[in-house]
């Protein structure tokens, strides 16, 4: 965007959802979660991401700003939507959520951060949202007040930034923007039954909505999206070199400039769109690092026979 226009201001808005659950328990058959925030566990790798993200800061000149969930609940546009999600909640947790049909919006208990995970003991009344703890009993979240309590499921999450998004772009008053992109797992029928549809039955117009950009996929050898989590977990990624699923390794092995082999990759779904709208699998990139590697090998070589 900017190549095309040098006076156009563009930044790259990571929105980090440290609301999603790191652990969860079962209490009187009720499934409880705490979030990423709330276990301290959102900052054991934080670090990593801001290296990559200034790493590529200092490439492109693009620069990027951060912004946790309790400051995307603070703009003004979340009460309005939170408030018609609750008075469409009948209609819309069908949709969103088919087996409970709750609203998964959820509070994390203020002394300990137990939520519930499924909305089960979760109440919406008026403005207020009642919520238990097993803990320490029920406590009532006011969602113009204290929109900055707020956790969503997936889906919700994905509705309500969506719209919010709308509502930023129609705002006279904003400066700037927002284009979303995400990956293309969200992409088809997610969007048109778990987006648009609920997005017009609370009375948004569609064509509001911004426009999304779907990032490829990158896939494991049974053709499944590569888990980030559970399947790294329990070792099911054992026959991977460890740099392709672990940063650390790949910045001790191979040093921070390989990540240049994934910038020169998504450069070139820009320039050549139609591999802009497929999947890759993870062993692409493996031979990619693999052509890095003996690039970077044989210049080593020709400089060493120069000196000589």
């Known amino acids: 965007m900017k190549e095309i226009n040098p006076n156009l201001n563009v930044k790259v808005l990571f929105e980090v959802v440290d609301t999603a659950p790191s652990e969860t328990i079962e209490i009187n058959g009720v499934k409880y979660q705490r979030s990423l925030k ?9 670090n990593d991401y801001m290296e990559i993200l200034d790493y590529f800061k200092a490439i492109d000149n693009v620069d990027y700003l951060i912004r946790f969930q309790s400051e995307f609940n603070k703009q ?10 609750i008075e469409k909640q009948d209609d819309i947790s069908k949709i969103l959520d088919p087996k409970y049909k709750n609203l998964r919006v959820r509070v994390a208990c203020p002394f300990c951060g137990l939520a519930d995970k499924n909305s089960l003991t979760t109440k919406f009344v008026g403005e207020n949202i009642y919520s238990y703890c097993p803990e320490h009993g029920e406590y009532i979240t006011n969602i113009k007040n204290q929109s900055d309590k707020l956790e969503y499921n997936t889906p919700v999450r994905n509705l309500v930034r969506a719209i919010a998004y709308g509502m930023h772009n129609m705002d006279e008053n904003q400066e700037y923007q927002i284009m979303r992109i995400t990956g293309s797992d969200y992409a088809g029928f997610y969007q048109e039954e778990l987006l648009y549809k609920p997005a017009a039955l609370l009375g948004f117009p569609v064509n509001n909505l911004p426009s999304i950009l779907y990032t490829p996929l990158v896939l494991d050898w049974s053709g499944a999206k590569l888990s980030k989590s559970l399947y790294v977990k329990e070792g099911d990624y054992s026959d991977l070199p460890a740099y392709l699923i672990n940063y650390e390794y790949l910045k001790n092995s191979k040093g921070i400039e390989a990540l240049d082999v994934i910038h020169n990759i998504t450069d070139e779904w820009i320039e050549k769109p139609y591999l802009l709208f497929r999947n890759y699998s993870i062993y692409y990139f493996k031979k990619e690092f693999e052509e890095y590697e003996k690039s970077n090998i044989h210049q080593h070589k020709t400089k060493v026979y120069k000196k000589d």
Do not use: S
């Not at 709330?38 to 934080?46: D, Q």
């Not at 003004?76 to 999600?85: F, R």
């Open 38 to 46: 709330n276990t301290g566990k959102i900052n054991n790798n934080f």
């Open 76 to 85: 003004p546009y979340i009460y309005p939507i939170v408030k018609k999600l």
